[in-house]
């Protein structure tokens, strides 16, 4: 049996759908990160980096949601991700993309412009700039191709969960028609829909509290471990 640690968010969304897409059995273990879980002793021990995602599987510990991703396509030789030539490597270009680019970029933008304390305005600028060049070339891609690498792959499920609730980035997909598009197809598979109702009512709704805000951006995050 896999043993995910998650929570919902993005990143715990992409594993979540890829384990759903599969049909692959898995225990979910809820890591609340709001609440600290994720600096528990056991849960650094799988991950140093006391992020969610996590999976152990037998002997195998992996964090990083598209490690996690890759490990999954090659256990059961699934093509969400080609296993030799130009279309591996063009499943594996958009989903360095959204490692490097959309996750980070889109982060920071949510932190500046919606959980920071003090609105700087040439942070919430510099993010949400980044946050449209991103929508652009996404929009540029997908409309030259139905999905990031050509066919349904570990790229677009990496993806979608950080182009999903658009409006909370200040972006309104109907100036980005591609993407639109792309966001639709997928948003009505039955696995994504599956994947991202885990731990779904978890999700925080309304302002961050006191507690939430400490352990996701005060001290204890930053304490040498
Ligand atoms: N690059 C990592 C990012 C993981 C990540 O940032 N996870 C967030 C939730 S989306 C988290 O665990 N945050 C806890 C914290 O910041 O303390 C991945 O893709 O797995």
Redesign the pocket.
Known sequence: MIDLYT?P????HKVHIMLEELGLPYRVIPVN?GKGE?FAEHFLKITPN????AMVDGETVI????AIMMYLAEKTGSSLLPASGAARYACLQWLMFQ?SGV?PMF?QYNHFAAYAPEKIPYAITRYANEVARLHRVLEKRLSEAEFLAGEYSVADIATFPWVRNPDRRGINLDDYPAVKRWHDAIAARPAVQRGVEVLADNQRRGAMTDEERE??FGAK?FQAR
Request: net charge neutral.
């Open positions: 929570w968010t993005p990143n715990g990160i994720q006391h992020r969610i995602p964090f990083e949601s598209a490692m996750g982060g352990n996701m995050q």
